[in-house]
């Protein structure tokens, strides 16, 4: 099976850096995906490493290290938009991957 | 492009009604899938389907059924519904199989009396 731990809450202020971290434990592994939650709405979709190293997009970046069974990701220059819950996921490997399991989440608040 | 949509919005139910939640995309997407979101915890997949024409369980099947009634609706059945089953629902879909861009509906609350 796969289980997957993120802190629950994470604090910042505006203009800040932060980093929510994400570690699993997988029989196989595919990937790793970030989506984004305000206010109990839709998911969204953030972003998806399958390979060692950073991706950036915009603001925000995300990070994977395979041998470590972690990953994070990285919101700068922080807005108070940005106050949202946060979910890793990885994806099932016993369908072919095509399901995603995903983290309890991480609900970050952004202070002035 | 509505994208996922989701009806209804809220419902109140008392134990052992029944409804049926819907959910349509209109993305031409291949797989779609249902979960439920309680509190403080992560989206759990109740059910799926790979493609038209299939559906599966995932983690928290009991005490749901679905359909698959076309490439473009998924909808979700409580035959009998109870307290524990109060959550927030979300429909989801993806191109295909294996992809890792799942795209989300806004959700049904639904509360169990």
């Known amino acids: 099976g796969q289980s997957l731990e993120q802190p629950s809450e994470v604090t910042a202020v505006e203009g800040a850096i932060v980093q929510i971290n994400c570690t699993y434990q997988t029989s196989g592994f595919y990937g790793l995906s970030w989506y984004q939650q305000h206010d109990g709405g839709a998911p969204t979709f953030l972003s998806y490493?399958?390979?060692?190293g950073l991706e950036e997009t915009g603001r925000f970046s995300s990070f994977l290290s395979r041998s470590d069974s972690y990953g994070y990701l990285l919101l700068q220059e922080l807005q108070m938009k940005d106050s949202a819950s946060y979910f890793c996921a990885v994806r099932d490997l016993d369908n072919q991957g095509g399901k995603l399991i995903f983290g309890q989440g991480t609900e970050l608040s952004v202070k002035p | 492009n509505a994208g996922v949509t989701q009806t209804p919005k809220f419902q109140v139910l008392k134990t052992g009604q029944s409804m049926t939640l819907q959910c349509a995309q209109d993305m031409n997407h291949n797989s779609m899938y249902w979960y439920r979101q309680d509190p403080g915890m992560g989206l759990r997949l109740i059910y799926y389907s790979a493609s038209e024409g299939t559906t599966d369980k995932g983690e928290v099947p009991n005490g749901y059924n679905v359909s698959r009634l076309n490439k473009r609706e998924f909808s979700l059945r409580l035959e009998s519904a109870a307290p524990s089953q109060t959550s927030v629902y979300f429909c989801?879909?993806?191109?295909?199989?294996?992809?890792?861009?799942?795209?989300f509906g806004p959700g049904t609350r639904l509360t169990v009396l």
């Open positions: 490493n399958a390979l060692d």
């Open positions: 989801a879909s993806s191109s295909n199989w294996g992809t890792d861009t799942q795209y």
